[in-house]
């Protein structure tokens, strides 16, 4: 994205916008980020980068992450996976060969 360093937010794209919110998001090293679809706007390629880089980032700098996501093919990344169904909470974990 450095080609666009001098752009306005409407002059970017939603998956560069996209990422300038979750490297914003970043910049401070909080200990929680709350990530609310934070590949909603991404390709399936860029959506799994970018959620296999929170991923390391969790553990590389204990960074504990909640993500919201309806894109189930980005669950195998997820430590434990909560779904709410009919007013019920289902904790799980994913299976290891669960990402698609």
Same mark, same amino acid.
């Given at each position: 994205?450095?080609?666009?360093? +001098?752009?306005? &937010? ?10 300038? +919110? *979750? ?6 090293? &909080? ?6 679809? &934070? #590949? +909603? ?16 980032? +969790? ?9 919201? #996501? ?21 904790? #799980?974990? &994913?299976?290891?060969?669960?990402? *698609?």
């Amino acid at each position: 994205m450095e080609e666009k360093f +001098a752009a306005k &937010p409407s002059e970017l794209s939603g998956g560069q916008n996209q990422r300038v +919110a *979750i490297a914003r998001a970043l910049a401070n090293s &909080p200990q929680i980020i709350l990530a609310d679809e &934070p #590949t +909603a706007a991404l390709n399936i390629e860029l959506a799994h980068s970018v959620v296999k880089m929170l991923k390391e980032l +969790a553990k590389s700098q204990q960074v504990a992450i909640i993500m919201v #996501t309806h894109d189930e093919r980005l669950l195998g990344y997820c430590d434990k996976i909560l779904n709410i169904a009919e007013g019920k909470i289902e904790v #799980t974990a &994913p299976s290891e060969n669960e990402v *698609i």
